[in-house]
Every structure is written in structure tokens, then in C-alpha cells.
């Protein structure tokens, strides 16, 4: 972290200093905003979180409730969220108060007494070490909590405008505000009242029922729920055994449980299958009590007792996939011929079970994609043909999630009779690790996923997945570190420059790219406003092929040493060597000739180039940064020198 760029700081270092609308910001919802995020949920906060860090935009989010939310019903928090989380500066807190997962148990009938169960089998949680990152269960209300410290603490100071609730808009096309919003106020002096606010773009993160969705005439269709689940947050007293263990539960007494122990030890999740809905029960299977649901837990886990003491929360359910057809208000008609000026995130675009404990963590990619891509628009950045993209690669996404929950959920509904294979259940759940996870996500060729025409330069980071990262060590402080845990939610570009052979310093292809990055009217660096630092855009680094022991820092070009802050201070902490335990090199596949691999600002590998293809690299950005160029390179964007 550095932060002593602007002179001494002997506070708190996460936070930044206020700047553009930060500085004295309106404590009042205004009349005008850049964007309006309706809902505070983990799309609607992590996108708030993204745009936080742009201090020429005016976002505000608001939400019905008066306040923060007390207690969310999502837990689950795959790696590639604990991911992201690092990216915003606050995974290893959030890891150290959680339930880390690192087993799960499958429990079956006894073959020798089908009333009781026998735990059959174990499976690791990421056999195949697919992350650094570990697989966690928080409360969702912390997780938001969080996102609320790194907006308050970033520079544009945001916090959520408590008290409101959406209810229309209309996009206008007039003006520099073309959406307009009306408003309910739901609390404070005012409640019962309607105001109309106009943004430039909305984004609905207002959950399956999305009034937003309904204002801009997308439907969610899909299968019709057929099977009924009852969940609880409990404290008990038991002589389960694996209660403190991830368990898939199939009972010979029919049904199953899908156990899931909590953050804070006792507190424990329990997932019990209520069977089939029929098809004339309109909602009756939902007024199913609290007792009926421990009961028929008490009915599966046989020999087993569970003494329910105290229920934190409690809910019925039923099993419903669903999917819009686009995410924004832009008819298939219409694409290209307009921008999209409303978004929709998270439940109100997609909505499934909630046993693969996807929903919170695909929400908040959701959040992530279209938060960047907001801010660089509204910057100057980019082009507004930018935001077209986000619907293009969420809904895919989305589509695929929706597949994979039908078969995880389809198998945890089976009974035990009905598997040809024994073995099933658990195979399916260790085979699949790497999409639930969360890194399966492939983004495909677009206006910011390049054609992956060199692939071969670099394997182990295919063009359109996120960047995987791998231990380097720092050479001006010999710090064994990740590559990627360098990498901060601050809306930059990532350009790794993975160099040859030759040592620093030498004439060859590293030496020729620094020149180019650092001097070419071609190069993207060239689009940085002149009253920001160098690496304001973008991040270059640099890895030697050599341990940090013999990179001479002083022979380092200096376009990998950018000077930053008002002093012009040399910044060191872009220069890598190599682990020797762990050769990056080898881990991922790279040519030892070099290669320059290009990431997106939510960590999705956008190219992947040889060292000498500069003129590509700058083909690649001239449609993100060239129809603002001229503009931006003297333009004041309120922004301060980027503290990562």
C-alpha cells in the first residue's frame, strides 16, 4: 500500500483523501446525479464501491430501508468473491471472521438400515487448488458492510441514501440527464412523499421483484418452481458429528439437507428439502412452520437428534429458475443505434436456488462489470459504445449459472434410490469446483476481449478468464508476493510486460516496449490527462525472468518506474523477479521470448501479445481511448494521483 506519496500520513492509510465531489458532498439526495444505483444488496453496494474511486461522478445509491441491513439471507462466499474482496482491500479481515470451508461430508443411508444415516464419503473443497483464495460463509450484511467502509473511505465519501424507494422512470432522452427518476421517501420527515430526481444512468440492483426490470419492460421467464425447500439459521444443541462440517445429507426417511455451518461457530444453516409442490398449491407450501422444518430435519438426520434452542432466521422457499434477455433498457432491435442508459443486477436478472451459493457471488461480478465501465465513460475515458458490453458478457454468464444450478440442484433433490451411480452426488461436486468457484467465466471476443491469436504465449492465462495470479518476488524490497493481489478495484488497466531472457537494462525487446508505452503518440498511456500521474490509466509492470537478487532497479527502464504525487517521487513497486520455489514462468505457460498480457480493470485478461506487437497493442485501445484523446489529454478530471 502506498500512501505517503502526498506527503506524510500518520492516519488511517485506507482512507484516501476526498476529492472532486467528495469534497464537501451533500449530505441530501440531489436533484441531478451521473448515476442512481437503486438497492443496496451486493450488486447495487460493489458497483457504488467501483465508482467510489471516480471522484468526477456523482453516484449516489439509495435504499427503502431506513438503514443497514441487520440480517442477509446469502453466506456463501466463493474465492473468486474473497477475489475481488482483496481487490477492495478487505479480504483478510473478512476471511479471519468467517467459516472457512474446506471439506464436505455426503451423508447416505446405512445399506444395512435405510432409517439411519452413515456418512458415505469426503470430498476437498478445491482438490484441484484452483485458488490462493479460500471458500468462506459470511452473513451477507457484513459483506455489505464493507463495501459501505471502502465507498466512505474512497474519495468521492459515499454512503447510502437510507429512506428512499424507486417506483418509475422514463428515459427522456433530453438533456444531459436524460432518465428520469421518481422516487417514494419511505422514512424521515417526508415519508409518504414522491420526488423526482434525473440521472444519466440508473442501475436496478432492487432484487426479483425489480421495479426497474418492470420500467424498462424485461421479464424473468423461465422453469416454474416444483420442489420446496425450508431454511433455517439455528442454534442447537446436537450428536450430529458433522455439524460443524459443509454436509450433503440424502436420507432413506425421504428428503435432504444441505448443512452449512456458520461464521462465529454454534450458529449453523440448514437447507430442508420440504419435497414436491403440486401444481395447484399457489403458495401453500410457504406457510410452513418453523417446527414442521425442524421436525422433518430431526426425520432425516435419524439416529441423529437436533434440540433446535434458538432461530436467528427462517424462510420457505421454492426452486425457480429464471432469466432476462438482456440487461439493460436497449431492444435487440435497437443495439448500436443508442447507448443504454438503465442497467439491471444481480436477482433482477437472474434468479435460482440458492444451495450452489451463487447468487451473492455472481451478483457482485455483475456490480463489478458495469461499475468500471460507468466510470470510465462518464470520465472521458472510453466511448459510450463501451456499455453495450455488459449485458453482451453478464447475460451469458447468467445462463450458465442457471445450467449448472438445475443439475446441482436436480441431484440434491434426488432421493437416494434414484441415483444410478452411488458415487454421483459427490463426483458432480468435485468435477464442477472451478465454475462454482467462480472462475469459469470466459468472457468471448468484444470491443474489450481481443481474439486470442497468441494464446500459446501465455497459457496459463487464457484471453477472456480472469487473471490468475502467482507468486513473484518485488525487487526493491525482495517482498515474496501475488502478482494480482497488487491489483486494486481503482479502475485502472492492467499491462503485464513478462520479460525475456536479457537481464534489466539490456538492449532487446523489453527495452524497446518501455520506449514505446513510455513515448508513442500509439500508446494508451498517451490518454492520460496531463495533470494526473503517469499510471493514472494504467498500470505497467514488469517481471524479469531473473530472481529479484540480480534485477538491478537502477537499469530498470524508467516507464516501469512512473514519478508520482506532487513531488515527483520515483515509485519502485512495479519491478518483479521471479519465486525459484515457484518459476511464474513456468506456473502459467509463458514464453520465454516474453509477452505482455493485458487486463481489464475487474481482472479478465483483455489480450495477450508478444513482446514486439506494439502497434497491436495500441490497435487493441484506440476504439476504448481514441475518440476522447485530444480531449482528455489537458482535461481536469478532479482525480487525485491513484494511491495503488
Known amino acids: ?103 464436505m461430508a455426503f451423508w447416505k443411508p446405512d445399506p444395512a438400515d435405510h432409517s439411519r444415516i452413515v456418512r458415505a464419503a469426503r470430498a476437498v473443497d478445491d482438490p484441484a487448488g484452483i485458488s490462493e483464495f479460500p471458500h468462506l460463509i459470511v452473513n451477507q450484511a457484513r459483506v455489505l458492510d464493507y463495501f459501505a467502509e471502502f465507498m466512505a473511505n474512497s474519495p468521492t465519501r459515499m454512503v447510502p441514501d437510507y429512506g428512499y424507494e424507486f417506483r418509475s422512470l422514463k428515459v427522456t432522452g433530453d438533456g444531459d440527464y436524460p432518465v428520469e427518476v421518481t422516487l417514494g421517501h419511505t422514512a424521515g420527515a417526508n415519508e409518504g412523499g414522491e420526488r423526482i430526481i434525473r440521472a444519466k444512468y440508473v442501475v436496478g440492483a432492487d432484487g426479483a421483484r ?30 450430529f458429528p458433522d455439524i460443524r462440517t459443509k454436509c450433503a445429507i440424502q436420507s432413506g426417511n425421504g428428503g435432504s439437507i444441505l448443512l452449512i455451518p456458520r461464521e462465529g461457530g454454534h450458529l449453523f444453516r440448514m437447507y430442508v ?22 421436525q422433518k430435519a430431526n426425520d432425516i438426520l435419524h439416529p441423529y437428534t437436533l434440540d433446535v434452542r434458538n432461530v436467528a432466521w427462517h424462510s420457505v422457499y421454492e426452486v425457480g429458475h429464471r432469466l432476462t434477455d438482456r440487461f439493460d433498457d436497449v431492444l435487440p432491435e435497437d443495439r448500436g443505434t443508442r447507448p443504454p442508459r438503465v442497467f439491471i443486477t444481480g436477482d433482477a436478472c437472474h434468479t435460482h436456488s440458492a444451495k450452489a451459493g451463487q447468487g451473492m457471488n455472481v451478483s457482485m461480478q455483475d456490480g463489478f462489470n458495469i461499475g468500471w465501465k460507468l466510470g470510465h465513460v462518464l470520465e472521458g475515458r472510453s466511448p459510450e459504445s463501451l456499455l453495450d458490453t455488459y449485458s453482451a458478457e453478464r447475460q451469458v ?45 470466459q468472457y468471448a471476443p468484444s470491443l474489450l476481449v481481443a481474439e486470442a491469436q497468441h494464446q500459446e504465449l501465455a497459457t496459463g492465462f487464457p484471453v477472456g478468464k480472469r487473471f490468475k495470479s502467482a507468486p513473484v518476488q518485488r525487487v526493491c524490497d525482495t517482498n515474496p508476493m501475488h502478482l494480482g493481489h497488487h491489483a486494486k478495484a481503482d479502475g485502472r488497466w492492467r499491462i503485464y510486460v513478462f520479460a525475456d531472457a536479457a537481464k534489466a537494462g539490456a538492449e532487446g525487446p523489453v527495452a524497446d516496449f518501455a520506449e514505446w508505452i513510455a513515448n508513442s503518440p500509439d500508446s494508451p498511456l498517451a490518454a492520460t490527462p496531463s495533470n494526473l500521474d503517469r499510471d493514472a490509466w494504467f498500470d505497467v509492470k514488469v517481471i524479469y525472468q531473473q530472481d529479484h537478487t540480480t534485477v538491478d532497479i537502477n537499469a530498470v527502464p524508467a516507464a516501469f518506474k512512473p514519478t508520482v504525487g506532487p513531488f515527483k517521487l520515483t515509485y519502485l513497486e512495479k519491478v518483479f523477479g521471479t519465486d525459484p520455489a515457484h518459476d511464474i514462468f513456468e506456473l502459467r505457460g509463458l514464453s520465454r521470448d516474453g509477452v505482455v498480457v493485458v487486463v481489464r480493470p475487474d481482472q479478465y485478461v483483455a489480450n495477450v ?20 484523446r485530444s480531449e482528455t489529454a489537458t482535461a481536469d478530471t478532479g482525480l487525485v494521483s491513484n494511491p495503488a
Open 210 to 239: 425489480s421495479k426497474v426490470r418492470e420500467s424498462i419492460g424485461c421479464h424473468l421467464a423461465g422453469d416454474q418452481a416444483n420442489h420446496a425447500w425450508g431454511v433455517m439459521d439455528v442454534l442447537a444443541v446436537t450428536d
Open 1 to 103: 500500500m502506498q500512501f505517503h506519496h502526498h506527503g506524510y500520513v500518520s492516519g488511517d492509510p485506507r482512507v484516501e483523501p476526498a476529492a472532486g465531489v467528495g469534497i464537501n458532498r451533500p449530505s441530501a439526495l440531489p436533484d441531478e446525479v451521473d448515476v442512481l444505483i437503486v438497492g443496496t444488496g451486493p450488486a447495487g453496494m460493489l458497483t457504488a464501491a467501483q465508482l467510489a474511486q471516480f471522484p468526477g461522478v456523482t453516484t449516489r445509491i439509495i435504499e427503502r430501508r431506513p438503514g443497514r441491513l441487520a440480517i442477509g439471507q446469502a453466506d456463501g462466499i466463493q474465492a473468486r468473491s474473497v477475489e475481488t474482496f482483496q481487490a477492495f482491500g478487505f479480504a483478510e479481515r473478512i476471511t479471519a471472521e468467517a467459516y472457512r470451508i474446506t471439506e
Open 609 to 628: 501479445l508478444p513482446l514486439t506487437a506494439t502497434a497491436e497493442l495500441g490497435a487493441f485501445f484506440a476504439p476504448l481511448l481514441s475518440a476522447h
Open 273 to 294: 428439502d420440504l419435497g414436491e409442490v403440486a401444481a395447484d398449491d399457489h403458495g401453500a407450501v410457504r406457510k410452513t412452520t418453523i417446527e414442521q422444518i425442524i
Open 397 to 441: 454468464v447468467a445462463k450458465n449459472l442457471i445450467d449448472f444450478d438445475k443439475q446441482w440442484s436436480t441431484l440434491m433433490a434426488k432421493k437416494p434410490e434414484e441415483f444410478e451411480d452411488p458415487t454421483e452426488l459427490e463426483n458432480f461436486y468435485t468435477s464442477t469446483a472451478e465454475f462454482p468457484a467462480g472462475f469459469m467465466t
